[in-house]
């Protein structure tokens, strides 16, 4: 079975019934799909409700979160708190400079962040965490509340960072465009394939021209991973799937 750790399937230019069919035919059985905002979540919800295969993550994307009011990120937490038997992931979240937002921004992103941090850590539930330049700062927050379940998405921190997110127990997910780029090739090579899981992403990052990108690229992140560690691929697979267990451990009978 292969696994997504990483998607937006509402944001897929085609009907979600549709893209998991094409999964499901690949054999990826298991798709977390991430909440980035309020009104989001609650789509992710239902369309996990209608798919065993789509595992929903709640979150909060960092720069959808300067948008908001402190009232209405206290009421998103509350959502989750209340619907935590249906919600198996906290993520989107994360810290982003991308539009520096060092100034306008990102002491209320860091707050943000640490607040659904605790929420995962409380819940018992992974954190999948989003970063982009501003990798140190996540690791920090993420080590000073001791959060234990934790998935970096496409880390793209220097590998002195990706040594230290090693150290503490946490995951990498690959994204399936490893196929070119040398960055995540790097981090393949650098990290124990125990650390590693694979995500798409998608819509974006595609592998292909072809887009938008979907779950079903999934393999190829498993391929790549494969070539480059000198396993099989059912091999790959294996460990793999047994990684993602062992952070969705708790994961419901009628899911996967
Ligand atoms: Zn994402």
Same mark, same amino acid.
């Given at each position: ?76 937490l ?37 607040k659904? !941090?605790?929420?995962?850590? =409380?819940?018992?539930?992974? %954190?999948?965490?989003? /970063?982009? +330049?501003?990798?140190?700062?996540? *690791? &920090? ?26 150290k ?7 994204p ?41 690229? !999934?393999?190829?992140?498993? =391929?790549?991973i494969?070539e %480059?560690?000198?396993? /099989?691929? +059912?091999?790959?697979?294996?460990? *793999? &799937? ?15």
């Amino acid at each position: 079975m292969y696994v997504d750790v990483h998607c937006h399937l509402d944001m897929i230019d085609r009907p979600v019934e549709e893209v998991v069919e094409n999964a499901r035919k690949k054999n990826v059985k298991a798709i977390v799909t991430q909440g980035v905002n309020p009104a989001n979540n609650w789509v992710v919800l239902k369309i996990a409700e209608k798919f065993k295969e789509v595992i929903p993550a709640l979150g909060m994307y960092p720069l959808d979160c300067l948008n908001l009011k402190d009232e209405e990120i206290d009421a998103e937490l509350d959502f989750i708190k209340k619907n935590k038997d249906k919600v198996f992931a906290i993520g989107e979240i994360g810290l982003d400079l991308k539009e520096d937002s060092r100034e306008k921004g990102f002491e209320k992103q860091k707050d943000v962040f640490s607040k659904f !941090v605790l929420l995962g850590i =409380k819940l018992k539930k992974p %954190i999948i965490v989003h /970063s982009r +330049k501003a990798e140190l700062d996540v *690791i &920090e927050i993420l080590e000073s509340l001791e959060a234990k379940k934790v998935i970096m998405h496409c880390f793209s921190g220097k590998m002195k960072l990706v040594d230290r997110v090693v150290k503490n127990g946490w995951f990498l997910s690959i994204p399936a465009n490893v196929k070119y780029s040398q960055q995540f090739q790097d981090v393949v090579k650098r990290v124990p394939i125990e650390s590693l899981l694979c995500e798409t992403d998608s819509p974006y990052l595609s592998p292909d021209k072809e887009f938008p990108n979907k779950p079903e690229n !999934v393999v190829e992140s498993y =391929k790549k991973i494969a070539e %480059i560690k000198g396993l /099989s691929l +059912k091999k790959v697979e294996e460990i *793999i &799937e047994e990684n993602f267990k062992k952070l969705f451990r708790y994961i419901a009978e009628d899911k996967i």
